[in-house]
C-alpha cells in the first residue's frame, strides 16, 4: 500500500527567504506526482505536475523534482511571499488502474511572515 | 483551467438526517469523478470513484449505505450522506477527471464542502 510523507509538518519562515518542503513515497511504481496548494477551508489547486520520466518541473517561483527510484520530491519556492501561505499537499498516482486514484500525504503548513 | 463547483459550501444539519452534496463539472465531461474526505490536519482520504452511468467503486472501510454516490450525467456528481452524525462532520472534496490522452490526464478539484453535524 502506497504511503506518502511530507516533512516539515509545517514551517515559518521570513519574506523573501527561499524553502524547500519535502515529500517521499514507499511504492515507486508511480505514474506521476503532483504538488498542491490548499488555503484554509478551500479546495485544492495544482502546481505542479511531474510525469515518471521527468525529473523536474517549473512554474514561476517554484520548482519540483522527482527522483523515483528513491521516492523522493521536492518543492522548492523561491522569494517566498506572505501570499504563498497555504498548505502545500503532495500526491501520487499509481501505474496500473483506470481509474486514477491519488495518494496524498497530510501536508506542510507553511507560513511567511512579512 | 478546468473548472468544478461543488454545491453547498457549508451545511449544518441536526443528527438523523440526510445531506446532499453536488459536484459539477463546469466547463467540461468527466466521466469518472471522486469524492475525499479531509478531516483537520489529515489528508485527503478517497472515499469513491463514481463512474457516470454505472455504480460507485467505494473503498475499503467506506459505507456504501451511508454514503450513496450518484453519477448520472457527465458533468454531475452527487454523494448522499445518509443519518448523518456528528462523526460524519468533515470537509467532502470532489474531483472530476479530464481525460484528453496519456499526456492530458489531470484531475481538478471542487472548493470543498464543510459538513458540521450537530
Known amino acids: 500500500k502506497q504511503e506518502v510523507t511530507q516533512i516539515p509538518a509545517a514551517l515559518s519562515v521570513p519574506e523573501g527567504e527561499n524553502l524547500v518542503l519535502n515529500c517521499s513515497f514507499t511504492d515507486s511504481a508511480i505514474y506521476n506526482l503532483q504538488w498542491f496548494r490548499q488555503d484554509p477551508g478551500k479546495g485544492l489547486t495544482s502546481l505542479l505536475l511531474?510525469?515518471?520520466?521527468?525529473r523536474e518541473q517549473t512554474s514561476g517561483r517554484l520548482n519540483a523534482s522527482l527522483d523515483k527510484s528513491s521516492g523522493r520530491s521536492t518543492l522548492y519556492i523561491a522569494a517566498s511571499q506572505p501570499g504563498d501561505s497555504a498548505t502545500y499537499l503532495c500526491a501520487v498516482r499509481q501505474v496500473g488502474g483506470s481509474n486514477y486514484k491519488l495518494t496524498f500525504g497530510k501536508g506542510t503548513l507553511l507560513t511567511v511572515n512579512p | 483551467g478546468a473548472v468544478v463547483s461543488q454545491h453547498p459550501s457549508r451545511v449544518i444539519c441536526k443528527s438523523g438526517t440526510s445531506v446532499k452534496i453536488e459536484c459539477r463539472s463546469l466547463d467540461f465531461q468527466a466521466t469518472t469523478m471522486f469524492w475525499y474526505r479531509q478531516f483537520p490536519k489529515q489528508s485527503l482520504m478517497l472515499m469513491a470513484t463514481?463512474?457516470?452511468?454505472?455504480?460507485?467503486?467505494?473503498e475499503q472501510g467506506v459505507e456504501k449505505d451511508k454514503f450513496l454516490i450518484n453519477h448520472a450525467s457527465l458533468t454531475l456528481s452527487t454523494l448522499t450522506v445518509t443519518s448523518a452524525h456528528p462523526e460524519d462532520s468533515s470537509f467532502y472534496i470532489c474531483s472530476a477527471r479530464a481525460y484528453r490522452g496519456d499526456s492530458q490526464d489531470t484531475q481538478y478539484f471542487g472548493p470543498g464542502t464543510r459538513l458540521t453535524v450537530l
Open positions: 463514481s463512474n457516470e452511468g454505472s455504480k460507485a467503486t467505494y
Open positions: 511531474i510525469q515518471s520520466s521527468q
